[in-house]
């Protein structure tokens, strides 16, 4: 049992180009979303998904793209990176998506944009 | 608006006891809280369901106060493994739904 996986671990973007980030979960979870990591922010919410064909903004969506075509795979999109978007990144997924359901979340990928 | 964690940061030594403080702004229906390791991604400790329940975790603990709309975090008898970023989070209407919101995260540090 994987639980929730992430893909690269470490990425270097120049400004301007774009890239995809992975995320699959194998528990079956219909929620799953995109947390941002900043030093001294905390985990900020940038997209979610209640189940397969169902997304929605977060706190920081701008600048990022999902979709959710399955129930096991919720990737993040950036179409054209910029420095303020290096940062870590971490897909959670959950059970419920009612905030009584504990979240399971990914090791992370680390982002940097030059 | 993100919940206040305080302190945001505390250094014990191994056998000491902790309170971390996670409030809002706005009325709570729930708190989650979390542990991070550095490195690591962040693992589930517990949740707090709006009641004033108080929950614990081995030797860590928890209260929610509804009408004070704060959370706080005991840990008692501290082991060097309790060691990491602590992170409340709590609910906010974003997009009409209700999420999970995090604070900011209190540094917890102990020594031998």
């Known amino acids: 049992n994987a639980g929730v996986t992430q893909t690269p671990k470490f990425q270097v973007l120049k400004t301007g180009q774009s890239m995809t980030l992975q995320c699959a979960q194998d528990m079956n979870h219909e929620y799953m979303s995109w947390y941002r990591q900043d030093p001294g922010m905390g985990l900020r919410l940038i997209h979610y998904?209640?189940?397969?064909?169902?997304?929605d903004q977060g706190e920081v969506p701008n600048g990022y793209n999902v979709s959710r075509s399955t129930t096991e795979d919720f990737p993040l999109r950036l179409l054209s990176a910029a420095p303020s978007q290096t940062s870590v990144y971490f897909c959670a997924s959950s059970y419920t998506q009612e905030n009584t359901g504990e979240l399971f979340f990914g090791e992370g990928s680390r982002l940097t944009v030059l | 608006q993100q919940p206040v964690q305080s302190p945001q940061a505390v250094i014990l030594r191994e056998g000491e006891d902790a309170v971390i403080n996670c409030s809002s702004s706005k009325a709570l229906y729930s708190v989650h809280w979390y542990r991070q390791k550095h490195g690591e991604a962040p693992v589930f400790l517990m949740i707090?369901?709006?009641?004033?329940e108080q929950k614990g975790h081995e030797k860590i603990s928890a209260s929610f106060n509804e009408k004070k709309q704060q959370s706080s975090l005991y840990l008692t008898a501290s082991q060097l493994s309790y060691s990491g970023t602590y992170f409340c989070?709590?609910?906010?209407?974003?997009?009409?739904?209700?999420?999970?919101?995090f604070g900011q995260g209190t540094r917890l540090t102990i020594n031998p």
């Open positions: 989070g709590t609910d906010r209407i974003i997009q009409g739904a209700q999420k999970l919101v």
């Open positions: 998904s209640v189940g397969a064909g169902i997304t």
């Open positions: 707090l369901l709006k009641g004033g």
